[in-house]
């Protein structure tokens, strides 16, 4: 636990409710408003950033984590990308069908596939 937690910078109650449910919300929520706003999915890696900054600092600000640590940042900011992309496929997903039913039908939580016509 230890080995986890100085990865981390903080402790694992910090990360789980300051990360992923905290932060990981404003992550699901980017995510989303990339997809549509039909932006292309790299534009979630500098706001995956910012968001690991704001993340790195409340929790150095208020729970007495580490500032400056580099693992930590990473971790926090891969998990951070991760949620926001997924919340941008779902979203797509659920876009690309919703406004183009003609054309799309959904294959799977996260992809859709052009409609087979009967014919």
Known sequence: MELFEGALGTT????IGLTLVLF??????TGQALASGWQQAWKAVPYALLLG???RFLTYAMFEGELLTLSGYLIHSAVLLAICLLAYRLTKARKMVSQYPWLYERD??????QRRHAG
């Open 12 to 15: 694992l109650p910090v990360f």
């Open 24 to 29: 990981g919300g404003a992550a699901f929520l």
């Open 53 to 55: 900054v704001g993340d």
């Open 108 to 113: 799977g939580l996260f992809g859709w596939r």
